[in-house]
């Protein structure tokens, strides 16, 4: 059997599990939150920018802290907060989030305007300093987008020791687009979304299920 068998027959395994529950639930979630104000939007568009090579963990952390705080904290006192919740980059960071303010109430009309999910991330990703292709479709994901790839480290390790990819040593963006389409393939043959390929991707590396 090869590794591509093997991840699909494991993954078929995950769907009859009580994982695909947890799978279902936060899905569920995603869809709600893409439903919600502009607002609402753009705080998990804070997230995503807290996330860039940092921990997934940490930033869900921050982002519950914080909260409101990415809209009308000052500059400095938003880098403190990040400083103090131990963000890696809390300068940096801070100064990505001010930026992006200036589509915090329409974020959502925006993202509405805009027909194609590919073409959405195209524009997060030349109008929102700090985000690339990984966060842009981590963000689309996280408000109800279901066809893109999320493609960090872990996923990179996942796909190497199942024999899909050989992991690249840098990331170009036509070897992420390539990546992300033989994650279209294996989700279509999983019978699943890109966006809940992702959660139990993410699962069989880590036991975690986040966002």
Known sequence: MSG?????????????????????????????????????????????ILCANYSAERSIRIQREIDDGFLTLPPSQL??????????????????????????????????????????????IRNIRGIGLKEASHFLRNIGYSDLAIIDFHILNLLDRYGIIKKPKTMTKSRYLQIEDELRRLSRDAGLSLAELDLYLWYIETGKILK
């Open 4 to 48: 591509r068998d093997r991840l699909i027959e494991l993954l078929e395994d995950l769907k009859r599990s009580e994982i695909s529950l947890l799978v279902d639930r936060r899905i569920s979630e995603f869809k709600r939150l893409g439903r919600e104000s502009s607002r609402e939007i753009f705080k998990e568009l804070c997230f995503c």
């Open 79 to 124: 880098i403190r907060r990040l400083r103090e919740m131990g963000h890696r980059f809390p300068r940096s960071r801070a100064s990505y989030i001010i930026a992006a303010r200036r589509y915090s109430d329409s974020i959502k009309d925006v993202i509405s305007s805009l027909n194609d999910p590919r073409e959405i991330r195209e524009w997060l």
